[in-house]
């Protein structure tokens, strides 16, 4: 049983800050992290993209489930402690590269072969990993562990989705944040968190209004403060 049961979707920007603050924490206090799958894709399956997103989300969200299938296939052959790997790895080469544009081609580029077979190679995993990006048997899976988390926050959420010492601790939505926490403050604002959560009255903390995280792939810096945008249940919705 993990400290922490953490439910990601490799595109989030957001999961992969959380992520990175999770791990630093995760070194310092030794806590064990489950990772766990989440897909914005399936969330958003019955949504009109064309209506409700900006035009690259689909594209995005969509290779988004393909990297899931090929984390569930790796789990189901390498362990559950792969996957923690394979989530950084991805993470680093979508989100800490340089930009890409906000267009279908780009954002669907990340759900192909020529994407997720180097980072494989780099990990020492089979590259026939990657034949589960076109294996939808994977998604039930994948749909399972979605709607699991889900029940835990309710529906009106986004990601990245933390489960506190599960089974019976308390889920949230989040910690959303947009900038990295130094490691010398990434556990004290973690017992801030915690302290929230182990509440048993305590429901939400919430605004829509959110900087761009610092990573290089959305063009801000580590220096520099993101532009402001409206988000919507863990996305930036054109329309409400």
Same mark, same amino acid.
């Given at each position: ?53 900006? *035009? !690259?989300?689909? $594209?995005?969200?969509? @290779? +988004? =489930?393909? %990297?899931?299938?090929?984390? #569930?296939?790796?789990?189901? /052959? ?34 192909? *072969? !020529?994407?997720? $077979?180097?980072?494989? @190679? +780099? =990990?020492? %995993?089979?590259?026939?990993? #990657?034949?589960?990006?076109? /294996? ?105």
């Amino acid at each position: 049983m993990a400290d922490i049961d953490f439910y990601f979707d490799p595109v989030c920007p957001f999961a992969w800050m959380t992520s990175k603050w999770v791990r630093r924490v995760q070194a310092a206090r030794e806590y064990t992290v489950d990772w766990r799958f989440i897909s914005l894709r399936l969330i958003n399956s019955h949504v009109d993209y064309d209506a409700h997103f900006p *035009p !690259e989300y689909e $594209a995005g969200h969509t @290779a +988004g =489930l393909r %990297l899931l299938r090929v984390a #569930a296939r790796t789990r189901a /052959e390498h362990g559950r402690e792969a996957v923690g790997g394979l989530y950084a790895a991805l993470g680093t080469e979508v989100f800490d590269r340089e930009p890409v544009p906000d267009d279908p081609g780009s954002r669907g580029h990340r759900g192909t *072969p !020529e994407f997720v $077979a180097p980072v494989l @190679a +780099g =990990l020492g %995993l089979p590259a026939r990993l #990657a034949d589960a990006l076109d /294996e939808p048997a994977w998604d039930a899976e994948i749909q399972a562990e979605t709607d699991e988390a889900l029940a835990l926050t309710g529906k009106d959420v986004g990601t990245p989705i933390l489960h506190f010492e599960p089974p019976e601790g308390v889920a949230f939505f989040g910690p959303v944040i947009s900038r990295l926490p130094a490691e010398d403050e990434a556990a004290e604002l973690w017992d801030h968190v915690i302290a929230l959560a182990r509440f048993p009255g305590f429901a939400e903390m919430k605004r829509s209004m959110r900087e761009l995280p610092q990573l290089r792939a959305l063009g801000v810096s580590e220096d520099e403060v993101g532009v402001a945008q409206d988000w919507h249940g863990g996305s930036r919705r054109q329309k409400r």
